[in-house]
């Protein structure tokens, strides 16, 4: 019951993460919850990567309202000029700690791309720092 919980409190953080709107995020993890409860998983890893999934496919039908960012954070600046796929892989690299392979699965999609798309994110949230003179 803790382990669901978790995964709960992870998809909400995730959902959040991507359309802004608390609202918004927890229809998607009710709804993500619905679909994939009914499945059987023989690990923990599969469940995860499989609620992690059916969420990433969800939010594609939402919209999403822009954040209002504060002015001191800056990775928040960079993130709202991200194409959907990129903030999608930075969301789960930075922020849920999830590795190449996991994140190529969950997005289905070559590990060369995650590896790019994190490249050229984090030479994104780069140049705002040096913009802002915050890098040492």
């Known amino acids: 019951m803790k382990q669901i919980k978790q995964n709960k409190n992870d998809i909400h953080s995730l959902a959040l993460s991507l359309v802004y709107?608390?609202?918004k995020a927890k229809k998607l993890t009710k709804k993500t919850f619905k679909k994939v409860s009914k499945r059987l998983f023989s690990d923990e890893?599969?469940?995860?990567?499989?609620?992690?999934?059916?969420?990433l496919k969800y939010v594609g039908r939402?919209?999403?309202?822009?954040k209002k960012c504060l002015g001191s954070d800056f990775i928040c600046l960079a993130k709202k000029n991200f194409k959907i796929f990129d903030k999608k892989v930075f969301v789960l690299k930075y922020e849920h700690g999830f590795n190449i392979e996991d994140i190529s699965e969950v997005l289905n999609a070559k590990e060369s791309e995650i590896k790019k798309s994190l490249?050229?994110?984090t030479e994104k949230i780069a140049a705002v720092l040096e913009e802002k003179n915050e890098m040492p």
């Open 45 to 55: 890893r599969q469940l995860k990567l499989a609620l992690y999934k059916r969420l």
């Open 21 to 23: 709107d608390d609202k």
């Open 119 to 121: 490249f050229y994110t």
């Open 62 to 66: 939402f919209s999403v309202k822009k």
